[in-house]
């Protein structure tokens, strides 16, 4: 039996194009950027231009756009700036964010001394907007917001617009995590106020290492990591050419099929939705499948009973990668801290992600195969 990749939000396969694309900066234009002959200067070029391709679909300036590793070295690297070089005493996020935030909210209260404030979220895992409200318009000290655009877990988006008209009016740092969404969702950052924007290649069928960090030129920090002054020395370190030359193409390309692509994405998740309730009894789904939530993800609350506890490695016996949470965990089987926050319930937690290249005909088959094991 073939293999059912169903958890593209833990990593999309490399689109063949993207690969092609890819291919002659591993092979013949092999210089670093920083050479000043022709070897160095063509790859120069290709990173100027893919700046300028992501700069492009985020309607941003080029000079906002720095190349990173991942989303999580983009966060920290916000948080880290918000924190150290403007000033934000007071960190605002929320209880269901990735751990790539929560993690570095963390550190920076014990090492930095700020303080932290986690805004409620609906059972549903909506942020509470009136209650960002009466944080922000509380606190005495400058203010950090820090919120994901798209949820990894339950899929539950967040309209930074309004999120970005509320810190614009208590004058707080914007920063939000749209590594879920960038590639997937049209972000003009043009259209409202953000100083801080996060994304991943690997999540709209880029290459894993590469992440990128928009910083609203209004504002200036100073670099996460020391060294060579590489990324205007925002970001030092021989950047990986191929990897940023494959994050704008497969940018590129999102957007210019994003339309397309999420129909057809989101005929997946809701036929596979409408299979399970027709055929799992008391199955349930978490978040808001059917309202303003990411059309890759399907969070499904299955009945806790002895053969649900082991679904997801008899998934995995059965060829079906799905996922019980977020994947950035390395491996910890550790219980997912965004479904404690919504609803404590008694169920097993399997999140069904998709992507262009999955069919109905697989949804058929991991159908058949969990009634076969349930």
């Known amino acids: ?9 833990a990593t999309t396969a490399i689109d063949p194009a993207v690969f092609e694309e890819m291919k ?50 983009s966060t920290n690297t916000a948080l880290h700036g918000a924190v150290e070089d403007l000033g934000c005493r007071h960190i605002i996020t929320s209880p269901v964010e990735h751990h790539a935030t929560l993690h570095t909210v963390d550190y920076l209260v014990k090492t930095r001394g700020v303080k932290a404030s986690y805004v409620r979220v609906s059972p549903k895992g909506y942020i509470d907007l009136e209650d960002l409200e009466t944080i922000l318009e509380e606190s005495k000290e400058k203010c950090l917001v820090t919120l994901m655009h798209g949820n990894n877990e339950i899929g539950t988006r967040t309209d930074i617009k309004a999120v970005s008209e509320i810190c614009e009016k208590y004058k707080a740092i914007f920063h939000s995590d749209t590594v879920q969404t960038l590639g997937h969702f049209p972000i003009d950052v043009s259209s409202f106020k953000i100083h801080f924007l996060s994304g991943s290649a690997h999540k709209f069928h880029g290459p894993k290492g590469v992440g990128i ?69 008391g199955v349930c789904f978490n978040g808001d499948p059917e309202g303003d939530s990411l059309y890759t993800v399907l969070s499904v609350g299955f009945p806790k009973t002895d053969k649900s506890d082991m679904l997801l ?36 937690t399997i999140r069904f992600s998709f992507s262009k290249f999955n069919t109905k005909e697989e949804v058929d088959q991991v159908i058949e195969i969990l009634k076969k094991i349930l």
């Open 313 to 348: 490695f008899n998934l995995d016996l059965h060829h079906v990668c799905a996922s019980g949470g977020s994947a950035c965990s390395a491996g910890a089987l550790t219980g997912s801290h965004v479904i404690a926050a919504i609803h404590p319930k008694d169920q097993t």
């Open 1 to 9: 039996m073939n293999r059912i990749y169903f958890d593209n939000t």
């Open 213 to 281: 960090l928009y910083v609203n030129r209004d504002i200036k920090i100073s670099p996460y990591l020391e060294g060579g002054g590489q990324e205007r020395e925002m970001r030092s370190g021989t950047e990986n050419v191929y990897g940023i030359v494959g994050l704008a193409k497969a940018l590129q390309m999102a957007s210019d099929n994003m339309e397309e692509d999420s129909g057809y994405i989101r005929g997946l998740r809701d036929y596979m939705k409408k299979k399970l309730e027709e055929g799992i009894p």
């Open 24 to 73: 002659p900066y591993f092979t013949e234009k092999f210089g670093n950027p920083s050479s000043i002959y022709s070897y160095g200067r063509e790859t120069r070029l290709a990173i100027e231009n893919a700046r300028k391709t992501v700069a492009q679909v985020l309607h941003a300036h080029p000079s906002e756009i720095f190349f990173t590793s991942c989303g999580t070295e």
